[in-house]
C-alpha cells in the first residue's frame, strides 16, 4: 500500500525545479518586500511570512541537487540537508499562510514569481505527507463524490429543477454539438443558487446554445489548491472528456478564481496538449456578449458599490477590465477599491486556505485589510465574481461586525436583463 | 682630503658671505626645515672639514653620475661638490688603476667610520664576475667599503631597488644596496636618474646634522619623495575634468592635457619631478608630453607597460578570458546537462499521488 | 613582508587572473547549470505574447509596481536607487575603470569629471550604510539575512571605500590603498558567480519568465 513519505516529497521537490525557479532563487537579494506586499506579513507583522521564506524547503534542495557549489558543499557535508521537521514546519507557511494571491510575484524587483514557486513547492508537501487536513478531506471527495463539498448529480438536478421553476426555461443537460458547457462550483450549487438561474437568463436573451454535464458539473479542483498534479489532473479529465465529447466550442468557468486558473491555465499543461476547445470565464463570455450587443439591460444599481478583485482573475488570469465594463451598465454609483485590478489585496482564503480549519484564526485576522479598505469607501454593497471570495468576505464581515451585503457579478446582471426581448 | 672647512673653501672662491648664506636658504627650504635652522646649516657648513665620500659605481650606466654632473654653475649642486671630498669615483677621477685603489684604501683608513659611502648601480649575486672592478667583486668592494661608512647613499634606483638590471628574469642576480647592507644607515635617492639637487640637499643635511633626513618607507628622503607626481603635476586640472590625450598627437595632447591614458605613472610615482623639474628648472617628462615612466619606483620596469593606463591590469586578458569562457561553457554544458538529466529522471520516477497516500500510514 | 609596490604588482597581475578566471568561469557555469534544467512547454491558449510579456516585465521591474508598494517599502527602494545608480555611476563613468573595460572588452565611452565620480562615491557608500542598517533595524530584513547577506554588503562596500580612499590618497603609499581597492574588486570578483551577486545576470531571466508566465495570461507584471 502506498504512503505519503518524506523521501517521495523530496523526490517531488526534485521534479519539480525547473529552470524559472533556478533563476528566482539564484536572483533573490533578501530585500524584504514581497513581505510588505503579503497580506500574510502586512496584518500580522510576523517575519515568518516573507514569501520567500516560505520557500526555504524548496530552495534547500534547488541549491544541493541543481547548483555546483550546491553539490560540492553537500558532497562535504557542508550543507544543511532538508529534514522532515523542516517541512512539518513548513506546512503553515506554505499553506495556512498563503493564499496564491500572487502580489509578492508582481512586487519582487528581480523578477521572481514567487506563486509559482509555492505552487510547485506543495506537490513536494503533498508527496512528503504534510498537507492539511481539511484539503485532503476536500480532496477525497472531489475525487470519490465528485466534488470537494460532497455535492452529487442529484443535488444538482433538485437545484436545475428549482432554477427551471423559478425562470421558466429548460436547463438542458448532456447536450451534445452546443455552443457553451457551463460548469459550476459547489458552493454555487449549495450556497449560491442564483448563479444557475441567471446564467439561464443570460444564455435565453443572448440566444446561445449551452449544456451542463451531469458527468463534469464540478468546476473546483481541489487538486490544484492541495498541490498535486495527479489529483488535479484527474479532475480536470472530467471536464476535458466532458468537453470534448459533447463537442462545445467553449467551456465556461464559474465565478470562482482557482477554477479559472486550473480550467483556462494548468489544465492543457496538466493532461500535456492543448484542448480542442476554449475556456473563458463568465465574466469574459458575459463581457463578449456585451460587446457584440447580446446583453441587453435596463435600470440602474443606485446603492453605492464597488468590486472586490478576485486574485486569480486579475492577477493571476488577465481579467481586469471586464467586469468593470459590466458593473458601468448596471451600476449608477460605482467607486473602486484602494489598489484595486492588478494589485487589490487577497480576501485571505484563496489557494485552498479557507479548506483548512486551523487557518480560520489567522484568515480573520488577515481580513482586517479587507475591512479597512472597505470602511475607507463607505459602500452599501460588494460585488465580486468569484463564489470562494464571496464566502469569505461574508464570514470576514461577519467577524469583523460589519453589515454588508456581497452579490456576484453574474447575478447582479441577471437582475437587470431585459425581460422578453 | 684637507682640513679645509667648506666655507674656507667658498671663501677662497670668492664666494660672498651674501650668498653662502643664500645657498643656506635654498638648501634649508628644499628640505623643508623651517628658516630657523638656515642659521645651524650656515654654521655647520662653515666649520665643518670638507666630507670625504666614497663614490662606488656597480651595474650602472653612469646616468646618474651624468645627472649629477650637468649641473649649470653656479648651483647649489655644484657648490657642494665642489667642496666635498670625494675622493674615490671611478669614472671623474684622475688616477687610474691601482694608484685609483690605494686613493679608496686611504681614505677607508684615514676617515674609518665617518666617511660618505655613495652607490650607484646594482650588485651582481650571480656569478660574481659579471661586474668587477681592479679585480675584486662588486659584492666584496661594496661589503668591504660599506663596514667603515658613517652612512650609506644608494644613487639611483639600480642601487636603492636593483632598477634595470633587476628586471625580469634579472639574469645576474641583481640586488640593491639595502639588500645587502644592512647594518648601516641607508639613504635611498632613486631615479633614473635622480635630480641632482636632491642628491646634494641630502649631502647637505648629512653634514649639517651628521645625521640622515626624514625617510618614507622606502627610505627616501620625505621632503622630496613625500609626494606624488600626479598631486603635484600641473596637468591635474585636466584629469579632474576628465581631460585627457587620447593618442601624442592629438587635440589633447597638443592642449596639454592629462596624460593617464597614454599610461603616465605619476599616481604611483613619489617623486619631486613636478615641482624641482629638471635642467636648472627648465621642464620635466609629463610637461614635456611623455607620461612619467615611475623611474624612482622599485620595479618600475616590471610594472606593466608604460603606455597602458595604471588601471589596467599588467597580464594580456584576452588569451585568458577566451580559454576561460571555453573551459566555463565545457564545463557549464556538462553540469547542465547533468541538471537536465537529474531533472528528466526525477520525472520519469515520478510516483503517482493518488487520494489514498497523501497521509502517512 | 610584500611591499606595497610588490602588492600592487600582484594584484594587477596574477591575482586579477585567478579573480578573472573565477569570475568568468563561475558565471558561465552558474547560467548553464540554470538555464540547462529546462521547462515545461505550455499549452494553455495565450491570451496574449508571452515574449512581449517577458520583454516588458524586463523593463517594468526597474520601477516600483505602484504606489503602495513604494510607501510600504520606501527605504529599501530609495536607498536602493542610489546605491545601484551611484554604484554603476562610479563603475562605468570613471575613467580608469572605463580603461579597465577598453582594455578588456575593447569597448569604451566618455568618461564624466572626478567631482561628479566623487559626489556619487560618497552617496553609494551612503546608501550602503543606510541598507546596512535598515538590514539591522527592520525585522523582515533582521528575520531574512543571513551570513552571505552581510559579507556581500561588505564586499561591496569596501570596493567603493577603498576606492574612494584611492582617490583621496588616505592611506600612504598610494600603490598600497590602490592595491588595497584592486584586490576588493576582485574579492567581488571571486565571490560574485556563488552568491545573490549573480542577480546582476540572472534578474534578467527571473524578469524574464515571470513576465512571459504573466504575459501569456494578459497580465502585465
Known amino acids: 500500500m502506498s504512503t505519503a513519505t518524506f523521501e517521495r516529497g523530496y523526490a517531488a521537490f526534485k521534479e519539480q525545479i525547473d529552470s524559472p525557479i533556478a533563476a528566482f532563487f539564484n536572483s533573490c537579494v533578501h530585500c524584504g518586500m514581497c513581505a510588505e506586499a503579503c497580506l500574510f506579513y502586512t496584518e500580522t507583522g510576523d517575519p515568518k511570512y516573507t514569501p520567500i521564506h516560505k520557500l526555504e524547503p524548496l530552495r534547500k534542495v534547488w541549491y544541493q541537487e541543481y547548483t555546483l557549489l550546491g553539490r560540492l558543499t553537500s558532497l562535504l557535508g557542508l550543507t544543511e540537508r532538508l529534514t522532515d521537521a523542516d517541512l512539518a514546519e513548513w506546512k503553515h507557511l506554505i499553506y495556512d499562510s498563503c493564499t496564491l494571491c500572487g502580489r509578492c510575484s508582481v512586487v519582487c524587483p528581480v523578477g521572481n514569481d514567487l506563486v509559482y514557486m509555492i505552487r510547485k513547492a506543495r506537490e513536494g508537501m503533498v508527496a512528503a505527507g504534510h498537507s492539511p487536513e481539511g484539503q485532503i478531506g476536500a480532496a477525497k471527495r472531489a475525487v470519490i463524490i465528485g466534488s470537494p463539498m460532497g455535492v452529487q448529480f442529484v443535488t444538482l438536478q433538485a437545484q436545475i429543477k428549482h432554477a427551471e421553476k423559478t425562470t421558466g426555461l429548460t436547463i438542458p443537460i448532456d ?63 472530467r471536464i476535458v472528456e466532458a468537453a470534448e465529447n459533447l463537442r462545445v466550442k467553449t467551456v465556461i468557468s464559474p465565478e470562482c478564481g482557482h477554477a479559472y486558473t486550473v480550467l483556462r491555465w494548468e489544465g492543457p499543461n496538466l493532461i500535456g496538449r492543448p484542448y480542442r476547445f476554449k475556456v473563458r470565464h463568465i465574466i469574459e463570455v458575459l463581457d463578449e456578449f456585451r460587446a457584440g450587443g447580446k446583453l441587453k439591460t435596463e435600470g440602474f444599481e443606485e446603492a453605492r458599490l464597488t468590486f472586490h478583485d478576485p486574485c486569480q482573475l486579475v492577477r493571476r488570469g488577465g481579467v481586469i477590465e471586464q467586469p468593470r465594463k459590466l458593473l458601468g451598465m448596471v451600476a449608477r454609483n460605482f467607486v473602486e477599491m484602494e489598489d484595486a485590478g492588478k494589485m487589490n489585496w487577497c480576501c485571505g482564503g484563496g489557494g485552498g486556505v479557507s479548506a483548512i480549519d486551523e487557518a480560520e484564526e489567522l484568515r480573520t485576522k488577515v481580513f482586517n485589510r479587507k475591512k479597512i479598505q472597505l470602511e475607507k469607501l463607505k459602500v452599501d454593497t460588494l460585488v465580486t465574481a468569484c463564489a470562494n471570495c464571496r464566502i469569505i468576505l461574508e464570514e470576514g464581515l461577519e467577524a469583523y461586525e460589519m453589515d454588508l451585503p456581497v452579490v456576484g457579478l453574474t447575478e447582479m446582471i441577471a437582475e437587470h436583463l431585459v425581460e422578453d426581448k | 682630503m684637507s682640513d679645509k672647512t ?71 649642486e655644484g657648490l657642494i661638490f665642489d667642496h666635498i671630498s670625494l675622493d674615490y669615483h671611478h669614472t671623474l677621477q684622475a688616477a687610474a688603476g691601482s694608484a685609483a685603489e690605494r686613493a679608496r684604501e686611504e681614505a677607508m683608513k684615514k676617515n674609518h667610520g665617518k666617511y660618505l659611502l655613495i652607490v650607484d648601480g646594482s650588485i651582481p649575486t650571480g656569478n660574481p664576475g659579471y661586474s668587477t672592478i681592479a679585480g675584486i667583486s662588486n659584492l666584496d668592494m661594496l661589503k668591504e667599503v660599506a663596514a667603515g661608512a658613517a652612512a650609506i647613499v644608494a644613487i639611483g634606483t639600480c642601487a636603492a631597488f636593483g632598477g634595470l638590471p633587476k628586471a625580469a628574469p634579472n639574469p645576474t642576480g641583481a640586488m640593491s644596496v639595502s639588500d645587502l647592507i644592512t647594518d648601516k644607515p641607508i639613504i635611498n635617492v632613486p631615479g633614473c636618474p635622480p635630480i641632482p639637487i636632491v642628491m646634494t640637499a641630502v649631502i647637505a643635511h648629512f653634514i649639517t646634522f651628521g645625521k640622515l633626513p626624514q625617510l618614507d618607507n622606502l627610505n627616501r628622503p620625505m621632503a622630496f619623495y613625500g609626494q606624488n607626481i600626479h598631486d603635484r603635476c600641473y596637468r591635474r586640472p585636466f584629469y579632474e575634468k576628465g581631460l585627457f590625450a587620447n593618442t601624442f598627437d592629438d587635440e589633447g595632447a597638443k592642449k596639454g592635457w592629462c596624460l593617464y591614458k597614454l599610461g603616465c605613472k605619476g599616481p604611483t610615482t613619489y617623486n619631486a619631478c613636478a615641482t624641482t623639474k629638471w635642467n636648472d628648472g627648465v621642464s620635466f617628462p609629463i610637461e614635456s608630453g611623455h607620461g612619467c615612466l615611475g623611474c624612482s619606483e622599485p620595479q618600475f620596469w616590471d610594472g606593466g607597460s608604460f603606455y597602458k593606463p595604471l588601471s589596467v591590469p599588467t597580464i594580456k586578458v584576452h588569451d585568458v578570458m577566451a580559454y576561460t569562457a571555453i573551459a566555463g561553457a565545457a564545463v557549464g554544458l556538462t553540469v547542465g546537462g547533468l541538471n537536465a538529466m537529474k531533472k528528466t529522471n526525477a520525472v520519469k520516477q515520478h510516483e503517482t499521488v493518488t487520494i489514498d497516500d497523501l497521509e502517512r500510514k | 613582508m610584500m611591499s606595497a609596490v610588490d602588492f600592487l604588482a600582484w594584484v594587477r597581475g596574477p591575482m586579477f587572473n585567478i579573480a578573472l578566471i573565477i569570475f568568468i568561469f563561475g558565471v558561465i557555469v552558474r547560467l548553464l547549470e540554470m538555464l540547462l534544467i529546462g521547462r515545461k512547454p505550455d499549452y494553455s491558449e495565450a491570451r496574449e505574447s508571452a515574449f512581449a510579456g517577458g520583454v516588458r516585465t524586463i523593463f517594468r521591474r526597474f520601477m516600483p509596481a505602484d504606489t503602495g508598494t513604494l510607501q510600504r517599502s520606501t527605504t529599501v527602494i530609495f536607498a536602493g536607487y542610489v546605491f545601484h545608480i551611484g554604484f554603476f555611476i562610479v563603475l562605468l563613468l570613471f575613467v580608469p575603470h572605463i580603461l579597465l573595460i577598453k582594455d578588456t572588452l575593447g569597448i569604451q565611452w566618455a568618461g564624466l569629471p572626478t567631482p561628479i565620480i566623487d559626489a556619487a562615491t560618497v552617496m553609494t557608500l551612503l546608501a550602503l550604510l543606510v541598507l546596512l542598517i535598515n538590514r539591522l533595524v527592520n525585522p523582515i530584513l533582521r528575520f531574512l539575512s543571513t551570513f552571505q547577506d552581510y559579507l556581500i554588503w561588505l564586499l561591496v562596500f569596501l570596493p567603493v571605500l577603498t576606492g574612494y580612499m584611492a582617490f583621496h590618497h588616505f592611506i600612504q603609499p598610494y600603490q598600497l590603498v590602490l592595491a588595497l581597492h584592486i584586490l576588493s574588486v576582485e574579492l567581488l570578483m571571486i565571490v560574485f558567480p556563488f552568491t545573490k551577486l549573480m542577480h546582476t545576470f540572472t534578474l534578467f531571466f527571473a524578469r524574464w519568465y515571470n513576465g512571459a508566465i504573466a504575459g501569456r495570461k494578459g497580465v502585465k507584471a
Open chain 1, 175 to 237: 447536450q451534445t454539438g452546443v455552443e457553451f458547457l457551463v460548469v459550476l462550483s459547489s458552493m454555487e450549487i449549495i450556497n449560491y443558487p442564483e448563479y444557475l438561474e441567471a446564467i439561464a437568463k443570460i444564455m435565453h436573451q443572448a440566444d446561445k446554445t449551452w449544456t451542463l454535464c451531469s458527468s463534469a458539473f464540478e468546476a473546483t479542483n481541489t487538486g490544484i489548491q492541495i498541490g498535486s498534479s495527479d489529483i488535479a489532473r484527474q479532475l480536470v479529465n
Open chain 2, 6 to 76: 667648506i666655507g674656507d673653501s667658498l671663501r677662497e672662491q670668492g664666494i660672498s658671505r651674501r650668498g653662502f648664506l643664500k645657498f643656506c636658504a635654498t638648501t634649508a627650504s628644499l628640505l623643508a626645515l623651517p628658516p630657523a635652522m638656515i642659521p645651524q646649516i650656515a654654521y655647520a657648513l662653515e666649520n665643518t672639514p670638507r666630507q670625504s665620500v666614497i663614490w662606488l659605481s656597480f651595474q650602472e650606466c653612469t646616468g646618474c653620475t651624468e645627472s649629477l654632473t650637468r649641473s649649470h654653475a653656479p648651483t647649489i
